[in-house]
């Protein structure tokens, strides 16, 4: 159980285009989801938290204009870079947390590579 | 602010050899604490975890031991196997419920036959 999946795994796109990514709670009802930005070696960044049907909560110096989320369903969150260019290349992951048992572990998603060209 | 610490890697050894990957924490009240695993290309998996001192976590060979005192929780496995080749990242997730969670860098370990 607590299977979290991303669409796509794999994304290149032009400068100047909007990107979207989905990350899905397959098995659970996620109330709260995470998006995390990860650069070569390093460790996870994270951008933003967002609660189903409200607003997310971003975190300093990630630009709320540039990273649109949408937590629209308690299965569905969405990350869309728009705009994007070469710097917004790196490899995005979400992770979500449910409620009861399921509360006090995030459970990751494999991840979206977006490559700016 | 809550913080956690991790040994550098990389970490390179060989098949069968004993793995510890050093983590220490800084946080206020009493937060789990987990071990999650990167493999080259892929997301993050959870290992491990543990909710309170004392607690033991255990998976796939691997375990961690929730010490309070000494605010640590070290990845240890007896035997190591090339298929363990991956980036280890401890976290720590203060108060449960909405609280978010905070990644030590990550230690490379690459197991050679």
């Known amino acids: 159980g607590a299977v979290v999946s991303q669409h796509p795994s794999r994304v290149i796109c032009k400068s100047g285009t909007s990107v979207k990514i989905e990350c899905r709670s397959l098995?659970?009802?996620?109330?709260?989801m995470f998006w995390y930005r990860q650069f070569p070696k390093q460790s996870l960044m994270l951008m933003a938290t967002?609660?189903?049907?409200?607003?997310?909560?971003?975190e300093q110096g990630v630009e709320k204009d540039k990273f649109l989320i949408n937590h629209a369903s308690l299965t569905l969150s969405t990350l869309t870079v728009t705009s994007a260019h070469p710097e917004d290349s790196s490899f995005y992951i979400c992770?979500?947390?449910?409620?009861?048992?399921?509360?006090?572990?995030?459970?990751f998603g494999p991840g979206t590579r977006l490559l700016v060209l | 602010g809550d913080s956690v610490t991790q040994m550098e890697g990389p970490v390179t050894l060989s098949e069968e050899a004993f793995l510890t990957i050093n983590c220490t924490y800084t946080?206020?009240?009493?937060?789990?604490l987990f071990w999650y695993v990167q493999y080259p290309g892929e997301g993050l998996q959870l290992l491990l975890k543990?909710?309170?001192?004392?607690d033991k976590g255990s998976n796939k060979g691997f375990e961690a031991t929730y010490r309070k005192e000494t605010t640590s929780f070290h990845l240890e496995k007896g035997s190591v196997q090339v298929s363990d080749s991956a980036v280890y990242f401890c976290?720590?997730?203060?108060?449960?419920?909405?609280?978010?969670?905070?990644f030590g860098t990550g230690t490379k370990l690459q197991v050679i036959p």
């Open positions: 992770s979500a947390r449910g409620s009861g048992r399921l509360q006090e572990t995030q459970y």
């Open positions: 098995d659970f009802q996620a109330t709260t």
């Open positions: 967002s609660n189903e049907g409200s607003k997310a909560t971003y």
């Open positions: 946080a206020t009240g009493y937060p789990s």
């Open positions: 543990a909710t309170k001192a004392d």
């Open positions: 976290a720590l997730s203060a108060g449960g419920g909405y609280q978010k969670v905070t």
